[in-house]
């Protein structure tokens, strides 16, 4: 089982709507998420984290914890084409200060 | 805040020979950086721990004499390749943590090598 689970898409949404990302990880004990937008050819830029149970939001963009299930998400709101990129999630495990991320989700908004 | 750079953006070099990609951290100290590899179209996959000071800690299957990590002062860490195969052509990226106690990870831009 791997230790972070993301569905690779792509995951194809007009502009306009919401584009919503789920990911799932193994180690019930993690305590730090993170979501980072990765551009074709580009490295990864940290957009979200989350530490606590439920909703955290910042402009756009909605992470949701929920540690019961152990699984977190990333909702974005009024897709634009500018937000076609993979996302990546990450979650610390507790060993030290490395994070296992997941394989990313490709994101394409359509104009 | 939280900017890495990393240089050279590219580079290209004869099978054979090493080459040297630096990490800076420019407007925070790093205690601790992190090197990765990333193939086309596939995810992130860390190499090596990089502490201030100390000796990089690897992940397993990274040769840790094919891959030199470096880390002599809080705002620099050195990857080297040596003895690079054209299967070493990759995405390398580093990043650092703040270290002020929280676990994101700042990333450089990236070095895209190419082993001809």
């Not at chain 1, 306009?16 to 980072?36: K, P, V």
């Not at chain 1, 551009?39 to 909703?55: A, C, H, Q, R, V």
């Not at chain 2, 580079?11 to 590899?37: H, N, P």
């Not at chain 2, 995810?43 to 004499?65: F, H, I, P």
């Amino acid at each position: 089982q791997k230790e972070v689970e993301q569905n690779s898409g792509p995951l194809s949404v007009p502009e306009g709507a919401i584009a919503s990302l789920n990911c799932t990880y193994s180690d019930r004990g993690s305590q730090s998420f993170f979501w980072y937008r990765q551009y074709s050819g580009k490295s990864p830029e940290l957009i979200m984290f989350i530490y606590s149970n439920g909703d955290k939001e910042d402009g756009r963009f909605t992470a949701q914890l929920n540690k019961a299930s152990q699984y977190v998400s990333l909702l974005i709101r009024d897709s634009q084409p500018s937000d076609s990129a993979t996302y990546l999630c990450a979650v610390n495990m507790g060993n030290d200060y490395k994070l296992s991320f997941g394989a990313g989700t490709t994101v394409t908004v359509r104009a | 805040g939280a900017v890495v750079s990393q240089h050279p953006s590219r580079v290209i070099c004869k099978s054979g020979t090493s080459v040297k990609i630096e990490c800076r951290s420019l407007d925070f100290q790093a205690t601790t950086m992190f090197w990765y590899r990333q193939f086309p179209k596939k995810s992130l996959m860390l190499m090596a721990t990089s502490n201030e000071g100390s000796k990089a800690t690897y992940e397993q299957g990274v040769e840790k004499d094919k891959f030199l990590i470096n880390h002599a002062s809080l705002t620099l860490s050195t990857l080297t390749v040596t003895s690079a195969h054209p299967e070493d052509s990759s995405f390398y990226i580093c990043s650092a943590n703040l270290g002020t106690g929280g676990y994101e990870q700042y990333f450089g831009p990236g070095t895209r090598l190419t082993v001809t």
